[in-house]
């Protein structure tokens, strides 16, 4: 059987730099930075004391009273399928709903819920569990598909990925497999996740994976640069409207661009720490731009991974340079996640979003808070990581890289659409 073309039809998302596709593009090809001091508990003990919180979000504009029984990773993601969908213009009314699903990606799901129910209960163990009734709806990550198909009435593939940081770039090509296949006509793909709350912030402060710049959280994630001391915490959801290309055609849709391949791949290596050669980061790029009938040299830009950890960075640097070689020279790089921050299991999601408006718009958005004079030994910055200003330039083909503890790793690759 001949593999069916997917085409992106819709975007939506809520982030820390915006809570819709036009004011989050707005500040990310700006420059604009999400971070800052943490509001959603008192951090003041804490080593890490800011994130990158969604502000200003109304979780109850589309939920209403049903958000109290959900978690704030749900009202997300049910926010970012609201506004996708409405930019695809599907009418479902029109369409065949069991062809149509939901596959989103979430690395912790409610743990926020989780410790608010658990706190009163260890505090006095001897007055027995009072737990609510949502506890369990408000905790599991399969709520926000769930929610979404009900809202819809979609009766297709329905389920969640979970991958660590990797989690919303399984769901997306996921789905992109399901349309390939035949399974499905039309897939929302994304991903949701909100755990910036003591347990979050203060297991990676365990770790040693966020940075400690409480002095100037704006600037402290810094991809690429020497003096990077860990990632950001982010929040939020993004989802894309993935669609058969005859479909999407025949009703007239407007189409961002085309999915054309993917990779997935494990380090096999260690818990959270990179393969130092990149070997993961290697085989996942080069089976994606295999998969899309593609030579190294077609990419224009890739959305790295780029948390601003030390050996995370390096180790796709390296993975880069082995996949790309003098090619990596001519191509754009850039870590978003310097003004996003990382959305952990919806990281995917934000920056396939990105990746595709960057395509749109033919800008690369930059990598913030790079200075003269902190460049890393270990890193060669004759390549093109776009620091701190966005660049104007052709960009027909891009991809999106996304790793994650455990040594899973993701990559998708979008091409602007071409006719048949």
Not at 167 to 194: F, T
Not at 243 to 270: C, F, N, P, Q
Request: hydrophobic fraction near 40%; proline fraction near 4%.
């Amino acid at each position: 059987m001949k593999s069916r073309r997917v085409v992106v039809t819709g975007l939506g998302a809520v982030s820390p730099v915006g809570n819709d596709i036009a004011t989050i593009w707005d500040n990310v090809s700006n420059g604009v930075s999400g971070a800052g001091p943490i509001t959603r508990f008192d951090a003041t003990l804490f080593k890490t004391q800011f994130a990158c919180e969604v502000k200003d979000f109304d979780s109850k504009a589309q939920l209403g009273r049903e958000a109290r029984k959900v978690d704030s990773d749900t009202h997300f993601g049910v926010d970012s399928a609201v506004q996708a969908i409405a930019d695809s213009g599907l009418d479902f009314e029109k369409e065949d709903c069991t062809r149509i699903g939901v596959v989103y990606g979430e690395g912790i799901g409610g743990i926020r819920a989780l410790e608010d129910e658990l706190e009163p209960y260890f505090q006095n163990p001897e007055k027995g569990p009072r737990f609510s009734p949502f506890l369990i709806t408000k905790m599991i990550s399969d709520m926000t598909t769930g929610i979404i198909s009900i809202r819809y009435g979609l009766k297709g593939p329905n389920y969640v990925t979970t991958s660590a940081c990797a989690s919303a770039s399984n769901a997306i090509i996921d789905a992109y497999d399901q349309i390939r296949l035949g399974r499905a006509d039309v897939m929302l793909a994304g991903g949701s996740e909100a755990a910036i709350c003591p347990t979050g912030v203060g297991g990676f402060n365990a770790m040693h994976a966020l940075s400690v710049r409480n002095d100037a959280p704006q600037t402290a994630s810094r991809p690429f640069s020497k003096s990077r001391d860990g990632f950001v915490i982010g929040e939020g959801a993004a989802c894309l409207v993935l669609e058969e290309y005859e479909h999407a055609v025949a009703r007239g849709a407007k189409i961002y661009a085309e999915l054309v391949g993917s990779g997935l791949t494990a380090d096999a290596h260690h818990m959270t720490a990179p393969h130092p050669e990149g070997d993961g980061a290697i085989r996942v790029m080069q089976n994606a731009i295999e998969e899309a009938g593609l030579k190294p040299e077609d990419v224009d830009y890739i959305n790295v991974h780029g948390t601003s950890t030390y050996a995370g960075d390096i180790a796709e640097v390296k993975a880069i340079k082995s996949v790309f070689g003098e090619h990596a020279y001519k191509l754009n790089i850039s870590s978003t996640k310097s003004m996003t921050g990382h959305l952990l299991g919806a990281a995917g999601a934000l920056e396939a979003v990105i990746t595709v408006l960057a395509m749109v718009n033919d800008t690369v958005p930059p990598t913030i808070n790079f200075t003269e004079g902190d460049e890393d030994p270990e890193i060669d910055y004759n390549l093109n990581f776009t620091f701190n200003k966005a660049q104007k330039r052709p960009i027909n083909v891009a991809i999106s890289n996304t790793f994650g503890f455990g040594g899973h790793n993701a990559c998708i690759a979008f091409k602007k659409i071409e006719n048949r």
